[in-house]
C-alpha cells in the first residue's frame, strides 16, 4: 500500500448489520428529507455550524450553487428531531444512534490497518484513534432530480478535510474521482458497501504514502440521489504534521 496514488477504496465484508444501512438510508434519511421545508428550516445551520439542516457546507467557498440539501449530525440528534417531528423522533434518533456506534468501530479498525503498514509511533496511533476526543460527523445528504443537470453541480470538486470518510452511495450514481491522466471517473455503487476517503489529515500524517482524492457529485434528471457520510478526525485542537516515522 506504500506509494499509494490518488485513490479510494471500498469497504464491503465490513460487519455492519445491512439492515441497519437500509433503515438509515432508505427509511429514515427519506423521512427527514420529505419534511415539508419550512419544517425543516426550523432546524437550519448556523453560518459558522456544521450540524442541522442546510446546504453543503463547502457551498461557501464556491460561487456556483451546489444542487444539494442536507442534515448535518454530531453525537445526538434528539434536539432537532423533536422540533421536527415532536410526537415521532424515537426512532429517527435511535437509528442515528446506532448507525454511528457502527461506523466508530469500522473507522477504527480501517485506520488501525492503514496507521499499522504506516509504522507510526504508538503516541500517533492512539492520538487518530482516540474515540474519545475524536472529531466525528454523520452527514445525510439529498440531491434532488435536477431539470438542467448539465447546468449544475451537487458537490464541487474537494477533498475532505479530516482522516477519513466513509460513504454509503445508495444505489444511484453521481460520485466521480479525479485521476491523473484520465479526468473525472465514476465510482459506481456496490450495494451495501462503503467508499472510503482518505483525507487530507491522514495525507499529512502519512506524508503523502495516502493521498486525498479530489471527487465531486453530479446530478441527473431521472431521481433523487441519497447518501450518507462519515467523517472521522483527531480532537479538533490537533495540530498535524508528517510522523516522525519518516
Known sequence: MRNSPKVYFKSIKHGVPLALIKKLRVLESRKAF????????????????????????????????????????MGSCVEDAKI?????YKNFCNTMDAYQNEMKL???????????????????MNWALSAQDSQTKLQLNSYPSCPNPSNAIGLAPHTDTLLLTLLHQGGANGLEI???????????????????????????????????????VRVNQAKQRISVAYFHGPPVESVV??????
Open 34 to 73: 420529505c419534511t415539508p421545508t419550512d419544517e425543516k428550516h426550523k432546524v437550519l445551520r448556523s453560518a459558522n455550524g456544521v450540524t442541522g439542516y442546510g446546504t453543503a457546507s463547502i457551498s461557501k467557498f464556491f460561487d456556483k450553487c451546489m444542487w444539494h440539501e442536507g442534515f448535518g449530525i
Open 84 to 88: 421536527l417531528w415532536p410526537y415521532d
Open 106 to 124: 469500522l473507522t477504527q479498525k480501517l485506520l488501525l490497518l492503514i496507521l499499522q503498514t504506516l509504522n507510526v509511533t504508538q503516541e500517533e
Open 178 to 216: 479525479f485521476v491523473e491522466g484520465l479526468g473525472w471517473s465514476p465510482v459506481n455503487p456496490v450495494d451495501g458497501a462503503f467508499v472510503v476517503n482518505i483525507g487530507d489529515l491522514l495525507h499529512i500524517l502519512s506524508n503523502a504514502i495516502f493521498q486525498a482524492v479530489n471527487h465531486r
Open 241 to 246: 504534521a508528517p510522523s516522525s516515522s519518516f
